[in-house]
């Protein structure tokens, strides 16, 4: 007895079509089309993060070299920048410019997570007499530029004795200061559907509670989003430490880089490298550690449910 066997010219198992030549050229160019936009949003990557590879590795170099190699790899690298640079031309390290910069930020972000939280929760989910002014009069903030009320702010914390001190740089952001962030909130809770918030009360559960256990973790990455805009712009922040402060003992680290350069006479770029390398230090690892959170809360407040 002899078996026969269905011999097929192509190699495709029986019951299998063959691929026609407009699914051939599809798939070609489909592949061709993805090799294309990848490799331009490579380049425009580089191109983005060229400034801050160089800016490492200049960090690196000598203050002779930086001027003589436009590359970003040093030919000898040293760490004389980062040694001479942390000592600064001051009585104080670096080490107290940035503990100046924690004991701003930290009660700013706490603050502002706190005081937008409760503010955004109010306007999202209570009605109440007045409520649609102050909404406008909050928007009508966020559009008003931070230079006409520099001047007004600048006299009534001089009135009340706060100039000199870290007070202005964090109170006004506690106080649910930036409309920026209670915006942000608001349509984030837009978002969330109101069950889960009935549903408590129904159990028993206050207006506190129902914040705190139910709306809070489910309003997370909005705050987390929160916090990291706030942490990033204070760290960045020149013009409101250069307005209230005036002890250099007192000045941050976005201060303290001035320090650095000396117009009456040559300065070494070497060191202002490396205190900028350090001084962004902070904010890129916040960023990259608590990026998932960060970008969450930035596409889910922008959608309304």
């Given amino acids: 007895m002899t078996a026969s066997y269905d011999i097929n010219p192509q190699g495709l198992a029986p019951g299998t079509e063959p691929a026609t030549a407009l699914e051939i050229r599809l798939r070609r160019r489909s ?33 002779a070299e930086i001027f003589a190699s436009p ?4 030919e000898d690298p040293t760490l004389s920048g980062y040694i001479n640079g942390w000592q600064t031309s001051t009585p104080y390290t670096f080490g107290r410019f940035f503990w100046n910069t924690f004991l701003i930020i930290t009660p700013k972000v706490i603050g502002t997570a706190i005081s937008c ?12 007499p007045g409520k ?14 931070n230079v006409v009320t520099r001047i007004p702010q600048y006299l009534l914390f001089r009135d009340i004795g706060w100039l000199d001190s870290f007070l202005p740089l964090w109170v006004p952001s ?22 889960m918030e009935e549903a408590a009360r129904v159990d028993g559960a206050n207006t506190l509670q129902t914040l705190v256990y139910i709306v809070v973790p489910m309003l997370m990455p909005a705050i987390i989003s929160v916090c990291l805009f706030q942490f990033m712009w204070t760290m960045n922040d020149f013009l409101g430490p250069l307005i ?62």
């Fill in 132 to 145: 649609r002014i102050l909404f406008v009069t909050v928007i009508a903030t966020l559009l008003l530029p």
């Fill in 174 to 195: 506690a106080v649910a200061g930036d409309a920026f962030f209670v915006f942000m909130l608001i349509q984030f809770l837009r978002a969330i559907p109101r069950d």
């Fill in 244 to 305: 209230y402060i005036s002890s250099v003992d007192k000045y941050p680290v976005s201060l303290a880089l001035k320090l650095s350069i000396d117009t009456t006479e040559a300065f070494d770029w070497n060191q202002i490298l490396a205190m900028s390398v350090l001084a962004l230090a902070p904010s890129l690892a916040v960023f990259f550690i608590a990026q998932k959170y960060f970008i969450e809360g930035i596409s889910t407040g922008g959608v309304k449910g």
């Fill in 31 to 63: 592949r061709i089309s993805s090799a294309v936009r990848y490799g331009v949003l490579l380049v425009f990557g580089l191109i983005m993060l060229y400034p801050l590879i160089w800016l490492i590795g200049a960090s690196f170099k000598t203050n």
């Fill in 117 to 128: 939280t409760l503010v955004a929760y109010g306007f999202a989910r209570f009605e109440f």
């Fill in 71 to 74: 590359s970003f790899w040093p």
